[in-house]
Structure formats: structure tokens, C-alpha cells
């Protein structure tokens, strides 16, 4: 599996992957009002614009296909930047170490951009990768600390699942 950046060749096959989620998530997905729908959907042109530029959003790609995609950005939370994961969604049946990889993907740009917090909602899908990048959780929300505040940071920490 490789992890990449997208670009704009990537925006159809990215918002085709997105709608095949949102089916899979709703089988009633596609007999709901056009409003509802485009809420739901997080592939929209602009998004995909906004998020190319982000720095911290990644696709999985195998084979010239796409198996998931994340997006996330740098936002100000007080007097400190954190990287916010958005959304992560997976190609239906797609194999549980892509979420992971694409977390880490996430984490490794933070870390890379001098950013030492990741923020995610603790889906499913992210529950595994959470552990392995050994997360502080919250109620349904996890934090990845990097650098030296992964020390010191409050919360439960989760371990690696063998």
C-alpha cells in the first residue's frame, strides 16, 4: 500500500470512493433529499481544493486504485497549532491496517511540520490505528502527543494491540 498526497487527477476517483462509502454507511444514502446528501458527502470540489493544500491529508493507494483517504488540516487551538483529522474513509472492505497507515501518514506530517497533537474522533475505523500511534482517548476523541509531550500528556493511553 502506498500513502500519497493527492492531487487534482485524484479528485474523481476520490469523490467516487466517497460516495461508495456513504452508500455502504446508508443503503437509503441515494433516496435522501439532494441538501441531505451533499452534507453528508466530504469530497465536494472545494473541499478537495482545501484539503489538497492542507499538507496533512493523504490517499492509500494500491495498484493505481484507491483504498482510503484522510483528510486533515493545521488549525490554532489557543496558543498552540494542532493538526484536526476531518475525516478518514475507507474503499468498502478495505483492509484495517489502511486506516493506520493513513493516520500515520497524518501523525508523520504533524511531527515533520514542527505540529506535536494530532485531534481525531475515535471512530471504528480509527479505534486499531489509535492504538498503534498509542493515542490519549477522551470519551470518543483521541489526541496523538508526539515529541516529548507524549510523556507527560493526560488521559488514558492506549496500547499497541498485538
Known sequence: MRYRTFTEHDYEALQALDLS??????PAFDTLPERERDGRTHSSLAALKFYERSEHSFVAELGGDLHGFVFAQSVWQGDRPIVL???LTLRPGAAPEVAGGLLHAVVKSAYDTAVYEVHFPLTPALAGAAAQEEAVVTGQY???HLGTRAKTAPGERLAPQD
Not at 21 to 26: I, K, L, N, S
Open 21 to 26: 462509502a456513504q452508500r455502504g454507511a446508508d
Open 85 to 87: 483529522v476531518r475525516t
Open 142 to 144: 483521541a489526541v496523538c
